[in-house]
């Protein structure tokens, strides 16, 4: 997530070549259709920004988790995350996400079984991955990191158009570009991000909130325990009918080498959903209406020395995962057959669990496939993993 420099000038002719992509990649929507009434349905959308896919099915990595240049007290991080099974391990890492998602949804991703889940933009980095992921298609365009007002329309700007869905979308990241992403001027979206104060918010907060916040403003991305407070808060109180929760701290402690953090922070992101997801069966408004989507935006280098990175140069930037759990999701838990999926599928994939009609492209129109039949996807509980 943090600023990535200009590629070097041996690497710049690759861009020329991307801006070839131009009249397939570009999605600007000047007049969205309107959609028909949305049933009576929540979705709460959660990304763990860089998170790789081989963590959420394999567990801790061996190299990366024996290595103390990037894990310090290997001794501790051993004890909780260390198995020498793969399905141990990762239960150990997101115990909540495996006994639900694994259990009552569907998790994409593991390729392993070539079940392939890839971002399709060029660069492999958060703004654009977002962006991809938001609006539904990927845009050569925006190519960095950097302060700049999307000038893509995203499925959370085409739902708060809707008279049945204004103001029934929310945003919570602890990422400050957010507000860029999702162009809070033009969507009039409510977003929440960084170090900022908003009124929606103010009367939910304790001052304790904003004293912590503040120790940490210098840093474009919030803490992600306060990102989670803010929106459990929004939550409870305003009752939104769709909830974007976008977490950061994965990412920043990657680009800092440590891998212990790293791994602590995805456990503890584990437990928050876990709360947010026990808080929905307890509500009426909630209770077997809502639907979970838990993704990412970017992929990470596979091996050792190229874990902390991500860009379009290094394996392994592009390689995602995504998972689901809602009131008609086939309780399949994880996909076994092979597949090839793309980030772009997020956006049809919300509109379609929200009831509405998102206009795109044909080619970027297709959901992920979580509504296919119980034979095609029986073959997934015959295989196992291997360690």
């Known amino acids: 997530m943090k600023f990535c420099k200009t590629f070097p000038m041996k690497y710049r002719f690759i861009s020329v070549l991307v801006l070839a992509w131009v009249p397939v990649f570009s999605h600007k929507i000047q007049n969205p259709i309107t959609a028909a009434a949305p049933p009576d349905t929540r979705v ?13 099915f394999l567990g801790a990595d061996s190299s990366l988790l024996h290595d103390p240049d990037y894990t310090p007290d290997t001794a501790t991080l051993k004890m ?35 079940n392939n889940m890839n971002v399709s933009n060029f660069y ?33 700007e085409f739902m708060n158009q809707l008279p049945e869905l204004k103001s029934q979308v929310a945003v919570f990241a602890s990422w400050n570009i957010f507000p860029y992403i999702l162009h809070r001027e033009r969507s009039r979206l409510m977003i929440y991000s960084g170090s900022e104060t908003l009124p929606e918010c103010d009367k939910l907060l304790s001052p304790t909130f904003y004293e912590i916040q503040s120790e940490n403003s210098k840093n474009p991305t919030r803490y992600d325990v306060l990102t989670f407070l803010a929106a459990k808060e929004y ?34 992101i584990d437990r928050m959903i876990a709360e947010l997801w026990n808080w ?37 930037s592009s390689e995602i995962w995504a998972a689901i759990s809602g009131p008609d999701i086939l309780p399949v838990g994880e996909i076994k057959i092979p597949q090839q999926n793309y980030l772009y599928q997020i956006a049809p994939t919300l509109a379609q669990l929200m009831g509405i009609s998102f206009p795109a492209k044909d080619i970027y129109s297709k959901a992920l496939p979580v509504k296919q039949t119980n034979e095609l996807l029986a073959a997934t509980s015959e295989k196992n993993i291997s360690p």
């Not at 709460?44 to 959420?56: A, P, S």
């Not at 990191?145 to 499925?155: A, C, G, L, T």
């Not at 989507?293 to 050792?304: E, S």
């Open 235 to 268: 939550l409870k109180n305003k009752k939104p009918k769709f909830l974007y929760i976008a977490f950061g701290e994965t990412d920043e402690f990657a680009h800092d080498k440590r891998y212990d953090l790293y791994l602590q922070q995805a456990n503890a």
């Open 44 to 56: 709460i959308l959660i990304t763990l920004d860089g998170f790789r896919w081989q963590e959420v």
């Open 124 to 156: 492999s980095l958060s703004y654009p991955g977002y962006n991809e992921m938001l609006t539904g298609m990927a845009d050569p365009f925006i190519s960095s990191n950097r302060k700049i007002k999307n000038p893509n329309f995203s499925v959370l």
């Open 280 to 316: 929905t069966q307890t509500c009426s408004e909630y209770r077997n209406k809502t639907y979970f989507l838990i993704t990412t935006d970017h992929g990470r280098g596979r091996k050792k020395h190229k874990w902390p990175y991500h860009n379009a140069l290094t394996p392994g």
């Open 80 to 114: 909780l995350y260390w198995h020498p099974e793969a399905e141990s391990r990762r239960k150990m890492l997101m115990p909540f996400f495996w006994s639900v998602f694994g259990k009552r949804g569907q998790i994409f991703g593991n390729r392993l079984y070539g």
